[in-house]
């Protein structure tokens, strides 16, 4: 009916049929950038009541124990726009230790690096982009930016996470401005099954779920009620892991759910252990997963996808699970090829295994694995396994939140076609942030009952030059002076540098 085609193109129905014309006929390639700019960005993480410096327990493996601490966010934002001046988009490199391989200086020689091939390169030696291709998130996209990072003397290594996750971020909004529309409208329009997503509402409200951290006990922002919170556990006494989720419940009303993260902190005995303590104080009735749970599981020397699932499900018969960093693993594994990974995933909950296990969700860090692959798996695990997909943040700054969340919710309309369960998304890290790379802030998209307004925040994104943002910050020199315990501020301590 009318009502759902001008819900599909964004347009009064009587320009559909424009719509389809522009639609088929915007495939002239985006053969030259006209510009590529990059700047650092440093912003203090608090948490607490009190609003202390410094989170602690945050990334994978060490870095995951209650004793590190992280009292900074530090990254960069880079500017990409076509020649024409017909579009720019933004995008963020902020690798984190304990997840990405590459360190914040890493990460600025590859962009200087991308940066003086993008500006030097003859307009016949660029790659071909052509805009429907890249929304389509199907390959395409991550062929043209391993094209980029070859030519630019880097190589397609897939350790370069986090600036590949920025070119993406920034590829994608430049493509969907020269498609003409915002990037959720665009993202859909450009799925194979488009035609079938335009049957559903756009998701305009995205749920997002709150996070305590390890060693915190509040942690969560008290103006917004978050309908799930995420407890950080394990890497500490098992007994007190279970007693703060406990105390957190008592605090909350019936509705509002719970999942734990132990970031592979424990053994089988361990991890029974507190699944039954939840169970003998009635809360993990409550709990809708607990993510990777257990640790490593190696044989020979080697990581096996396979023996990592047989062994979760051995010993999560009365819980749900969920996945993170056996989905990193894996796809680090086979170097980020995505029909390498689906194999894999098949052979563990596709055909007869398909609503057989107990895992319930794919956490998925775009960040890290990719816009794309992202996607990619989030479909794959919708659509042939009914798992569910969370999207979460690598406790991004504003614009690697923004673009996160703008993925979730096109994989949150593809789970409405099979019926998927759909899980709030973890981008609840936005309070544990002491500014922002965004003005109104990433915050400001977040009503206080938990739900990002996705197209608001998409109409802020659209355009967005680095321009804008570098021009409202401080400059990353400050760092020091705020970091200087007898200087007090109320300014929101984020810069931007060159």
Known sequence: DEEIKEIATGLPVQAESVVEVELESQRSPLTTIGMFQYESFSISLESGEEKAKGVRGIGWGESARVD??????????IS?????????????????????EESFEAAGSQLEAVKAFLLSAEESDLPKIYAKQILALDGALAFCIDEILVRSGLGGSSKMSSVRSGLEQAMI??????????LPQALVAN???????????????????????????????????????KIKVGHSDQCEDSNAVVQMKKGLSSAIRLRCDANRAWDMSTYRSFVQELMSKDVLRFVEFIEEPLQKQVVGGQWLFSRQITTLEDSSRDVSYALDESLADLAQKHSHNFDLIA????????????????????VLKPALLGLELSLRISELAQSEFGISAVFSSSFDSGIGLAYAGIVAATSDKLAALTNTPRFPHG?????????DTMSPSFESYVSKDGFLNVASLSRALYGLSLEEISGRLLTREAEQYFDEPSVTSTESESYLAT
């Open 68 to 77: 590190n601490e992280l009292k900074r966010r530090e990254g960069y934002i």
């Open 80 to 100: 990409l726009a076509s020649k024409d001046g017909r579009a720019v988009g933004v995008g963020e490199v902020s690798p984190l230790a304990g997840l990405h």
């Open 173 to 182: 909004s430049v493509a969907a401005q020269i498609e003409g529309f915002p």
């Open 191 to 229: 799925r194979r099954n488009s035609k079938r997503l335009a049957l559903h509402r756009p998701l305009a409200r995205l749920p997002v779920n709150g996070l305590v951290t390890r060693g915190s006990t509040i942690g969560v922002d008290a103006k917004i009620s978050f309908p799930s919170i």
């Open 343 to 362: 194999h894999d995933l098949q052979a563990a909950f596709g055909g007869q295994n398909k609503g057989s296990t107990n895992c319930v969700a794919f």
């Open 427 to 435: 981008l609840g890290t936005f309070s544990l942030l002491g500014g």
